[in-house]
């Protein structure tokens, strides 16, 4: 079927009391097993692009510094993808930009066919915030295209800093910024954090949460609120990746309890990331470890290495950078072995995400 716009799967969310995960992918592989083990668990699916990764898609070596053309190119390739994939199945998918850094990486991927966009205007001051996003707004509603705001700076991980200097989300303006943008839903700042490490013992403020859910209730405003950093970092996963020789000091997720008690709150959509990146990688270091023959292959020998001299670089889009024009043409039979080590990743990941956050069985 066609692909649904983000309000759709978090409006049933939120009315049907699960957690919608998004996930962000960097890979077609990724996107055809995303497809499949949420059309095996009945699930509906929101696939994620953060905007750097459509540099990644279109073929840029540096992705991280690649222009607006490589990423209108990047989204387009994308998009024409997932919209095809779509076509062939029943669940229905959500196809979101996250972290779009302007109007023009926005615009690009409404352009595109992506029925999502978030436009993160967070480091900006609070009024910057609202007219960048406002502008946001109008060209993406035209299109029928959701968007996400984003208030307050996921930084502290620190317990109760609402203070003055809080960089956790104010709900009086969290309100305000959603009655004046009219954005579909908010990403807020309420203890999580990027990558593999949010902090020892994490105490999410499902207080922020619960204020911010009832004043938007009491004032009418249908918005749905997302937590951003939520990998869990499961334990046996960093097991497996010391055992590896990854340098896994320092590595600590959000407790699977803490996430289910932050979407009971009032948290409609979460975003995974680190966590399936570091299954990823070590899916590519079992594979070495199966079968040393693959050391001494000309084409995986950078894979190896480069995860052996760095040590804490999970990102398969580092250690897999000899396979670029494979994000989006996928691997072939050829390369099964990495074709294999990304599917099951997200096999692993999502299987366990969509039972703990309640998605089952809800298109
Ligand atoms: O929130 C950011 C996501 O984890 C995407 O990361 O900017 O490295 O693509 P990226
Ligand atoms: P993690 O780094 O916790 O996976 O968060 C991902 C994210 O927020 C993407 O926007
Ligand atoms: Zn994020």
Excluded: W
């Excluded at 095809?84 to 229905?92: G, L």
């Excluded at 984003?150 to 989300?169: F, I, M, N, Q």
């Excluded at 995974?272 to 001494?296: P, Q, V």
């Excluded at 390369?335 to 099951?344: E, N, V």
């Amino acid at each position: 079927m066609p692909l649904v716009n983000g309000k759709y799967l978090l409006k049933n969310a939120e009315k049907f009391k699960y957690g919608q995960a998004a996930f962000n992918v960097n890979f077609v592989d990724q996107i055809d097993a995303a497809i499949e083990i949420h059309e095996i668990m009945h699930a509906p699916l929101l696939i994620q692009v953060a905007d750097p990764a459509l540099g990644f898609f279109a073929g840029v070596y540096d992705f991280k510094n690649s222009t607006i053309e490589d990423k209108k190119r990047g989204a387009k390739l994308v998009a024409d993808y997932v919209i095809n994939k779509a076509k062939d199945t029943k669940i229905p998918i959500a196809l979101h930009l996250d972290h779009g850094r302007n109007f023009e990486v926005c615009k690009a991927c409404v352009d595109a066919g992506f029925t999502s966009v978030m436009y993160d205007g967070s480091s900006l001051s609070f009024e910057e915030n609202i007219t960048n996003t406002i502008e946001v707004v109008e060209y993406a509603k035209k299109y029928d295209v959701s968007v996400e705001g984003e208030l307050g700076v996921l930084a502290g991980v620190e317990d109760d800093v609402r203070a003055e200097s809080s960089t956790y989300t104010n709900p009086i303006q969290a309100l305000e910024f959603a009655e004046k943008t009219k954005i579909d839903y908010l990403a807020i700042s309420y203890g999580t954090k990027h990558g593999s490490n949010k902090g020892k013992d994490v105490n999410l403020s499902t207080e922020i949460v619960i204020a911010i859910r009832e004043l938007f209730l009491f004032n009418n405003v249908d918005c749905q609120i997302v937590s951003h950093g939520s990998s869990t970092i499961p334990r046996y996963l960093v097991k497996d990746l010391s055992k590896y020789g990854m340098d896994i000091e320092n590595t600590e997720g959000i407790k699977i309890e803490q996430i289910k008690k932050a979407i009971r709150s009032g948290i409609n959509k979460i975003n995974i990331d680190t966590d399936i990146r570091m299954a990823t990688t070590r899916n590519l270091l079992e594979m070495f470890e199966k079968d040393e023959s693959y050391k001494l292959n000309k084409y995986y020998k950078f894979v190896y290495e480069y995860l052996m001299d760095n040590r804490g670089d999970f990102d398969p889009r580092s250690s897999l950078k000899p396979f670029m024009n494979e994000a989006i043409e996928g691997f072939s039979d050829k390369d099964k072995c990495i074709k294999d080590a990304i599917k099951k990743a997200v096999y692993e990941i999502m299987s366990q995400i969509i039972v703990e956050f309640n998605s089952l069985g809800k298109i």
